[in-house]
């Protein structure tokens, strides 16, 4: 498994601002991903973070909205841009790793999630 | 695109077995199928993955029949702890994508 850190963990954001979310990963890790979790809802992917190239992202998102940096294979950021009250969500980064020998495939690792509300 | 359904909820007693299915009738032939857990405001947690049959591990099992259009989550002898949201993830067979069930509340009364 691996051990993934958010920042921050909550935050509360005025409409119209631009929050940042890092990801920090103790272990260098070839897939990250950012996802969006509205209240009671499941998860939502928004994106996959590429190291070294731009993010692909899902049908709905866009990169003005979710602009997203990978500068290395352990570090990731997610920004939600303009913000209005329906960007309230929470939003996860998750990791890939790979599979060992005696595994069956790759998993998928989520961090703690950042909850943001947007008044 | 994958569908999945999962019961919104459920309710049981500590020292029962629950048993959770997710209906997936059109998913990725080569992806294997997870089952996470989720606490309040926290994130998913890794449960077990599967391909076919069934996989057991120290904290569940996980049945999956040859057809694979579903999957069921089994935990034995629950206790109030395992209160949370169970999801399944199954991969989409068009574009790789990996698609989250809509997610089981499970109630663990004492």
């Known amino acids: 498994s691996a051990v993934i850190s958010q920042k921050p963990s909550r935050d509360i954001c005025q409409r119209g601002t631009s929050l940042t979310i890092q990801c920090q990963v103790d272990?260098?890790?070839?897939?990250m991903f950012w996802y969006r979790q509205q209240p009671g809802q499941s998860l939502t992917l928004i994106a996959t973070?590429?190291?070294?190239?731009?993010?692909?992202?899902e049908s709905g998102f866009v990169i003005d909205k979710f602009p997203i940096s990978r500068p290395n294979l352990t570090f990731s950021t997610l920004t939600v841009s303009n913000m209005s009250p329906e960007d309230s969500s929470i939003y996860l980064c998750?990791?890939?790793?790979?599979?060992?020998?005696?595994?069956?495939?790759?998993?998928?690792?989520f961090g703690p999630g950042t909850r943001l509300t947007v008044l | 695109l994958a569908k999945t359904t999962q019961p919104i909820s459920m309710d049981s007693y500590e020292g029962q077995e629950v048993n959770i299915t997710c209906s997936h009738n059109?998913?990725?032939?080569?992806?294997?199928i997870t089952w996470y857990q989720q606490f309040p405001s926290q994130g998913p947690r890794f449960i077990i993955q599967?391909?076919?049959t069934k996989v057991t591990n120290e904290v569940a099992s996980l049945f999956i029949p040859a057809d694979r259009k579903s999957s069921t989550l089994s935990l034995p002898r629950v206790s109030l702890s395992d209160t949370a949201v169970y999801y399944c993830?199954?991969?989409?067979?068009?574009?790789?994508?990996?698609?989250f069930g809509q997610g089981t509340e499970l109630s663990v009364k004492p």
């Open positions: 998750s990791v890939e790793i790979l599979a060992g020998v005696y595994e069956g495939t790759d998993t998928q690792y």
């Open positions: 272990s260098q890790v070839t897939m």
């Open positions: 973070a590429n190291q070294g190239s731009e993010a692909t992202y």
């Open positions: 059109n998913i990725a032939t080569n992806d294997y």
């Open positions: 599967g391909y076919k």
């Open positions: 993830l199954v991969g989409d067979p068009e574009g790789g994508k990996l698609i």
